[in-house]
């Protein structure tokens, strides 16, 4: 299998809500835009819905990664990929029937993501990976931008990028939380491709250098 493309997912949750439009372009150079939709159920924080994100999907040019963090993903998904997101990621502890949610967003032709907490483990997903385009390991407790990385879920993306190695499949793994260019090379060299960055991107002087920047950290360190 040939190398997998590192890309670059800015999170928007450190854009200025009153300014997206201008944010959104200030991030032209990135392979996504990660947008995540809070409930204030699943996690104690509360951001944006459908007509924000329609419209979001209306103005860039980009693919949308649409990171729900609700309660009853097997509801409200579905009406994501209707209005244009190119990915929708949903929690194992969140889901009921995370075969046939993923299978529903396949045949509405958007990609699929399963994302487990801190505490969850991945091995349960294995007997069921090649039902995904994506797993996304969090590296923060979600809810919030601008968190500590957490080293100590690496063992998980390392376990995880093994088994789809073993298997021959082309699983993206993705990373949410406290990645910047000093973490890059860490979530890259366990095995991640897809690395989510809000307040390393937004927080920066010129969030497309900070993309540059974050991508060939992570470029160097990658291992198949
Ligand atoms: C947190 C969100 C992240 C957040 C990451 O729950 O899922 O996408 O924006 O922010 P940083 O990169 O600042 O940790
Ligand atoms: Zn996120």
Same mark, same amino acid.
């Given at each position: $299998?040939?190398? $997998?493309?590192?890309? !670059?997912?800015?999170?928007? =949750?450190?854009?200025?809500?009153?300014?997206?439009e201008r944010d959104l372009k200030r991030i032209e150079n990135a392979d996504l835009v990660h947008v995540d939709v809070m409930d204030h159920?699943?996690?104690?924080n509360l951001t944006i819905g459908e007509p924000v994100v329609k419209r979001i999907c209306e103005v860039t040019d980009l693919k949308v990664?649409?990171?729900?963090?609700?309660?009853?993903?097997?509801?409200?998904? +579905? /009406? &994501?990929?209707?209005?244009?997101?190119?990915?929708?990621?949903?929690?194992?502890?969140?889901?009921?029937?995370?075969?046939?949610?993923? #299978?529903?967003?396949?045949? $509405?032709?958007?990609?699929?993501?399963?994302?487990?907490?801190?505490?969850?483990?991945?091995?349960?997903?294995?007997? !069921?990976?090649?039902?995904?385009?994506?797993? =996304?390991?969090?590296?923060?407790? +979600?809810?919030?931008?601008?968190?500590?990385? =957490?080293?100590?879920? $690496? /063992?998980?993306?390392?376990? =995880? #990028?093994?088994e789809i190695t073993r298997r021959g499949l082309k699983t993206n793994i993705q990373v949410d939380g406290g990645v910047g260019v000093k973490?890059?090379?860490?979530?890259?060299?366990?095995?991640?491709? !897809?690395?989510?960055? /809000?307040?390393?991107?937004?927080?920066?002087?010129?969030?497309?250098?900070?993309?540059?920047? !974050? #991508?060939?950290?992570?470029?160097?360190? &990658?291992?198949?």
């Open positions: $299998m040939g190398r $997998m493309k590192i890309e !670059i997912a800015p999170s928007i =949750l450190s854009a200025d809500f009153c300014n997206l159920h699943f996690v104690p990664d649409v990171h729900l963090m609700i309660d009853d993903p097997d509801r409200w998904a +579905p /009406g &994501y990929a209707e209005l244009g997101a190119d990915s929708v990621t949903f929690h194992m502890g969140a889901t009921h029937a995370p075969v046939r949610l993923a #299978r529903q967003l396949h045949d $509405m032709g958007c990609e699929a993501c399963f994302a487990v907490r801190p505490a969850e483990p991945v091995e349960p997903i294995f007997d !069921i990976l090649d039902e995904f385009d994506t797993i =996304l390991v969090m590296t923060v407790e +979600p809810g919030f931008g601008g968190q500590k990385f =957490l080293a100590n879920q $690496m /063992g998980k993306v390392r376990r =995880l #990028r093994d973490t890059a090379p860490i979530v890259a060299e366990a095995g991640a491709n !897809i690395l989510v960055a /809000g307040s390393a991107v937004y927080g920066a002087e010129n969030p497309g250098d900070a993309i540059n920047e !974050i #991508r060939d950290a992570a470029a160097a360190a &990658y291992r198949d």
